[in-house]
């Protein structure tokens, strides 16, 4: 099997991580034998990880090297089943010990003002471009395009973490700062950045130096991966579209560019709850709004409680008339929508809802028995500052 990963051409690391996952694994089930494992060994297996207080994220981790392995083994023919094809992955969102967060605009603006030349230029990529750290450090100047409309990046298969050619287009602030970088260090060699080893100690200075915390009060952590969360969560609140968005940030699956990638606050969803057009508008509300003029005497001569949904457009009622010695027994028809029967007749005028006294019940307005025999409304009723009770303006 590790010769079988090697000839796939998977990345050290990754190799590395998943050998010394599935001898970790073997260990703790205690089987020696691939036919031994069982059901309670991948039990096992999981109780163990969670008491070494690992997320359910990397249990994941050990489960997914595993059923690699079982997979190779049935393809190779040397065995016949599966034990852990009806395995079923832990909840990633549950447990996690590691949560990120992107960047706002000011802190990227103060990281960018406090950060050396080549560090500042390498923040702009990762958080423009939303290249990932080993993409950034192999990335040579023979990938860029900036002369192009529009200026590109290419990954190479080699150096993404997909193993795919991607080439994608470079925001023009970032283009002509490339462009500009590569003026004044045309004799550094072919490589766009030199990024040490320890690179994080040197994030870390940055971070301080711009008063950004790495570990915020939430818990939620700013490491270099962050860079490329804020490129995706800027996209979105750009109002890039979801799969435009999967396409620059080069996922596979739109579930990791929505759910992983894009952080959403409440300010945001605030903003965008706000771009709902105007309906009711504060202004005009005696000639224009809603009036309703019915002879009634209490809630029970109307027969049922009556809503309406203003507009801007046209009135949905001008007034209902009514007089002291004649009983309205007609039928009414409000915008072919409603019908009101049986409205008591008594003296009305046409007032508004503080010159009535209105209340406002359970179920939506209602006339109060107190009130004048007849009332009216108007659209100030139906402002949305308007306490409407429990079930809106519902009969």
């Known amino acids: 099997f590790a010769a079988h990963l090697k000839a796939r051409g998977v990345s050290s690391k990754h190799y590395t991580k998943t050998i010394a996952r599935i001898k970790t694994a073997f260990e703790i089930m205690g089987s020696d034998l691939y036919e031994d494992i069982a059901q309670n060994h991948i039990d096992k297996l999981i109780l163990a990880l ?43 969102n549950v447990n996690k010990k590691r949560i990120r967060r992107p ?62 050619a991607d080439t994608i287009p470079l925001n023009a602030e970032l283009a002509a700062s490339l462009r500009e970088w590569k003026e ?28 950004i915390k790495e570990i915020d009060e939430e818990g939620k952590v700013v490491d270099f991966h962050s860079l490329r969360h804020t490129y995706a969560t800027m996209l979105s609140l750009a109002g890039v579209p979801p799969r435009q968005a999967q396409a620059l940030l080069r996922h596979a699956d739109i579930t990791t560019t929505m759910k992983t990638y894009t952080h959403i606050e409440v300010c945001d969803l605030a903003r965008c709850a706000n771009m709902i057009p105007v309906i009711l508008s504060t202004q005009g509300n005696e000639k224009e709004g809603l009036r309703l003029a019915a002879g009634c005497e209490s809630k029970r001569d109307l027969g049922y409680q009556i809503g309406y949904q203003a507009s801007r457009s046209k009135r949905i009622l001008d007034a209902l008339s009514c007089t002291n010695e004649k009983r309205k027994s007609d039928t009414v028809l409000v915008r072919k929508t409603r019908r009101v029967r049986n409205l008591n007749a008594g ?15 359970a179920g939506g307005f209602e006339p109060p028995t107190s009130s004048p025999p007849c009332c009216a409304l108007n659209q100030t009723a139906l402002h949305p500052d308007t306490k409407t009770g429990e079930h809106g303006f519902e009969p």
């Open 50 to 92: 969670q008491d070494r207080r690992y997320s359910n994220k990397t249990i994941n981790g050990y489960l997914s090297a595993l059923k690699h392995f079982c997979r190779w083994g049935i393809i190779a023919g040397r065995w016949t089943k599966n034990p852990l094809d009806k395995v079923k992955m832990l909840n990633p």
């Open 103 to 164: 960047l706002t605009v000011e802190e990227l603006k103060r990281l960018f003002s406090v950060s050396p030349p080549e560090r500042r230029i390498l923040y702009m990529t990762a958080a423009y471009a939303g290249l990932r750290l080993n993409e950034l450090r192999t990335l040579k100047w023979s990938d860029l395009d900036l002369n192009n409309n529009p200026p590109t990046v290419t990954v190479k298969a080699e150096n993404s973490k997909a193993k795919r």
């Open 184 to 211: 004044e260090n045309l004799l550094r060699g072919e490589n766009v950045f030199h990024i040490p080893r320890k690179y994080m100690k040197y994030y870390k200075r940055d971070l301080r130096a711009a008063e």
């Open 347 to 361: 003296k009305c005028e046409r007032m508004s809802v503080s010159e009535a006294g209105l209340e406002v019940g």
